[in-house]
């Protein structure tokens, strides 16, 4: 367990190793903390694909509050976690990214040229759940980073043609893989014929891909 310096405040971090030299810091969603069931699952299926994992709390989660951070905090806070993460496993490869909120405060730092290897997006809320026209995607084209966006088709806060069109305004870095029947917490209804189990696996199996390539690249 660490804790991590932000500003006069700290936050607390823990490191799930997988004996790797590729770190993924993992940022929670907005209703989430660093040990929720879903940044758990996450963990456990990146580092059977052999990636350590840096999982952390946002400040106000650490004072126990209901208010996201500000997006300026937000994103220090991953900036900070990430600065640990570097001097205290000098890892070869760093991917950023998160879960709904979390991923898009890395997704913003990613857009304003943050030095990382690459940017993972765990349901990427593309817009509030029933207000389709306030899209969070002005900044999404101008990541150059390798990026990977993992969205469910039942996503609440991820139309999917809304973010097809988005994606035709990025470039050749954005990989999408849609999630057939997942939902944004990647829960999938029993009528789909799937198990949350097997979305996991996917998720897993997507990311161990992506991750070869851009490992290979990065070195």
């Not at 205290?88 to 857009?111: D, H, K, Q, T």
């Not at 349901?123 to 469910?152: E, F």
Request: neutral net charge; hydrophobic residues 45%; aromatic residues 6%.
């Amino acid at each position: 367990m660490w804790r991590v310096g932000v500003g006069d405040d700290e936050v607390t971090a823990e490191h799930d190793s997988a004996s790797s030299p590729i770190v993924f810091v993992c940022a929670h969603g907005a209703g989430g903390s660093m040990s929720d069931r879903g940044m758990l699952a996450v963990s456990r299926v990146m580092r059977e694909q052999g990636v350590d994992v840096v999982r952390f709390n946002f400040l106000y989660k650490e004072k126990r509050s209901g208010r996201p951070d500000p997006m300026p905090l937000l994103k220090k806070t991953v900036e900070a976690v990430v600065a640990r993460a570097r001097d205290e496993l000098r890892p070869e490869v760093v991917i950023i990214g998160g879960r709904s909120m979390g991923g898009r405060a890395a997704s913003m730092l990613a857009a304003e040229g943050f030095a990382c290897d690459g940017l993972l997006l765990l349901a990427y809320p593309l817009h509030p759940a029933g207000k389709p026209d306030q899209l969070r995607d002005a900044h999404l084209p101008k990541i150059q980073m390798p990026v990977l966006c993992l969205n469910g088709t039942r996503d609440a806060l991820c139309r999917r043609d809304l973010m097809d069109a988005v994606l035709e305004r990025v470039g050749p870095n954005w990989t999408m893989h849609w999630l057939a029947g997942a939902d944004h917490s990647f829960h999938v209804l029993k009528s789909s014929g799937r198990t949350d189990a097997e979305v996991l696996a996917e998720i897993g199996e997507a990311s161990r891909v992506w991750v070869e390539r851009l490992a290979r690249v990065a070195r």
